[in-house]
């Protein structure tokens, strides 16, 4: 696989401890730009895919196969090293810091000065939230609080973008908007994005092919 094309899954399966079959099975490619959607109900090891995907599995899980992002093996990486993006149910904003202090953290500590400030400026003007720095989070809406743990993961500069079902916490005309911000903004940076999802309209604006987590 080249550099720039993406996130390639091959052959990965993880098994849960002290089972004899894996509860995850996939192999798949994601271009630039596009999305695929992992779908099946509660238990059928979404979580577990995503968790695979960034390295955050817990001790006795074993993992076979590999992950790769632009061409580079991330499989054996840190969770900090392998430039993949998440997005939560919960937007999980931290409370104790205004919207600009929950933008400022996701921020490479290259970015200094007038130019972090620039850069989180920017990223709320993308959003439709400017002059929402100083804001605290806790006088967001549901839409904004969305909004913001977005362009927060985006400013970490992600080579690859997943989703475990983020808009499922949103009513139904806001999830619509949502949705659509975001497979849009992901779109317009060329990021490969895995959506995890139970809900079949989230996976029709995907857009994308459908495949079950254990293929």
């Known amino acids: 696989m080249n550099a720039g094309q993406g996130l390639q ?35 059928a090891g979404k979580s577990t895919l995503l ?5 955050s599995l817990p001790g006795g899980f074993r993992v076979t196969g590999r992950v790769l992002l632009d061409g580079r093996e991330v499989t054996g ?45 920017a990223a709320l003007q993308e959003a439709g939230l400017p002059g929402f720095g100083p804001r605290d989070p806790a006088t967001l809406s549901g839409g904004e609080r ?12 992600p080579r690859a973008l997943l989703l475990d079902e983020p808009f499922a916490r949103l009513d139904a005309a806001l999830r619509a908007r949502i949705r659509r911000f975001t497979f849009d903004t992901a779109r317009a940076r060329g990021l490969p994005v895995l959506l995890v999802t139970h ?3 989230d996976a029709a604006e995907a857009g994308g092919p459908i495949v079950p987590p254990l293929a």
Do not use: K
């Open 51 to 55: 968790a695979a995907l960034i390295g």
């Open 77 to 121: 990486l840190p969770t900090e090293a392998r430039r993949i993006g998440i997005l939560f149910q919960d937007a999980l904003l931290f409370p104790h810091l205004s919207v600009a202090g929950n933008l400022a953290f996701g921020l490479p500590a290259a970015w200094r000065g007038p130019d972090r400030t620039a850069r989180i400026a």
């Open 9 to 43: 899954i091959e052959a990965l399966t993880v098994t849960p401890p002290g089972a004899a079959t894996p509860l995850v099975r996939l192999s798949a490619t994601v271009g630039p730009g596009q999305i695929l959607t992992v779908m099946g109900p509660s238990g």
């Open 199 to 201: 809900d079949a309209e």
């Open 146 to 157: 969305a909004r913001v743990a977005l362009m927060r993961t985006l400013l970490a500069e």
